[in-house]
């Protein structure tokens, strides 16, 4: 396993991190301890949760993906062999159940929210600690355009980053950084942890994959030049990239065919269009099409750490030997062909 510094850290994350958003809603906690296990003994030391998992959230198992870890972290692991990642909510009207259904990323939301993140975690401390999307409006979660309204930006962002500075300040969290942001507010995270004489973001957490390469743009310089690396979520663009939606083929228990309606970010039909294209490339070349996708992924210099997911350890294992695969510079050719002649097949 490759191990990348988590920004300007001290701490080095395994390329490969473990996504955690379907225990407790499509994973019992006895299949997120064996994908825990697993992953672990395959050189995987990253960990990623949030505090709203599982995903689609609802207001029964909010919280419950980290009462899993938690419970393995106490049986099984000793807490410095891994690095644990988890997030704090912003304003969202459809998280009711959280924080008497106004969730904002202010002090007193944050600290109420970290230290019911450590007791369900069964830990004294986070290794990181995301604000899991802007308190502002925003272009994120798929959005294409973006429209200015600056009556709906909430709390500021150098509150955040002070309320967060203080975290680290007692302990409870090792670093922080933001995810789902821009480039404008990846400037303003920067720019106010160096005014309040804070350590600055650590990390990034945006999606990333073969369908969406929007991190391209903007977002990858700061990546290289203020040491905010991206830690990519959805490399395989909801498990689209791996071919099996094709087809209008609906997969028994996966997460497209059970939440579609939720999930269709990916399914446009330049999406689709793309994604056949890729899929036939991987073959051409005797390549399963989930492992060439990830390892493209992997092949981002700005790259800290992606997170794979996975509903069964068979689809565990063969994410995790993508690391294995080794892309070639006429094949990476042939990748950037495909993305090139597709008009903006996802966001």
């Not at 690396?229 to 094709?246: I, R």
Request: hydrophobic fraction near 40%; charge should be positive; proline fraction near 6%.
């Amino acid at each position: 396993m490759e191990y990348r510094p988590l920004g300007r850290t001290d701490i080095k994350v395994s390329v490969i991190g473990l996504g955690s958003m379907t225990w407790g809603q499509q994973n019992t906690e006895a299949e997120g301890h064996a994908q825990l296990d697993c992953a672990l003994a395959e050189g995987v030391n990253f960990i990623d949760t949030a505090e709203m998992y599982a995903v689609p959230p609802r207001a029964e198992t909010c919280g419950r993906t980290e009462q899993i870890i938690g419970a393995w972290l106490k049986k099984r692991a000793r807490r410095d062999d891994v690095i644990i990642a988890t997030k704090v909510v912003g304003p969202s009207r459809h998280l009711a159940w959280v924080r008497d259904g106004n969730p904002r990323l202010d002090r007193r939301n944050i600290e109420a929210a970290v230290d019911a993140s450590l007791r369900r975690l069964q830990t004294d401390y986070v290794d990181l600690y995301l604000a899991h999307w802007p308190e502002r409006d925003a272009n994120f979660f798929g959005r294409l355009d973006y429209y200015h309204a600056p009556e709906k930006d909430g709390v500021p962002i150098e509150d955040t980053v002070a309320a967060l500075g203080d975290l680290v300040r007692a302990g409870k969290i090792r670093h922080f950084g933001m995810s789902n942001e821009t480039a404008w507010g990846m400037c303003r995270w920067i720019r106010s942890a160096e005014k309040l004489g804070l350590p600055r973001p650590a990390a990034i957490q945006n999606p990333y994959n073969l369908l969406n390469r929007s991190f391209e743009i903007g977002l990858s310089e700061f990546a290289h030049r203020e040491g905010v690396g991206l830690v990519a979520y959805s490399p395989l663009g909801f498990g689209v990239l791996s071919g099996k939606y094709l087809g209008d083929s609906q997969p028994p228990g996966a997460r497209i065919t059970l939440f579609g309606n939720r999930y269709r970010r990916y399914s446009r039909p330049e999406g689709v269009t793309a994604t056949a294209a890729y899929v036939a490339l991987a073959r051409r070349n005797g390549m399963d099409p989930a492992q060439m996708a990830l390892a493209f992924v992997r092949t981002r210099p700005f790259l800290t750490s992606m997170l794979v997911g996975a509903t069964t350890l068979e689809q565990l294992k063969s994410n995790l030997d993508s690391r294995k695969l080794i892309l070639s510079k006429d094949l990476l050719g042939e990748i950037e062909t495909i993305h090139t002649r597709q008009p903006n097949p996802c966001p």
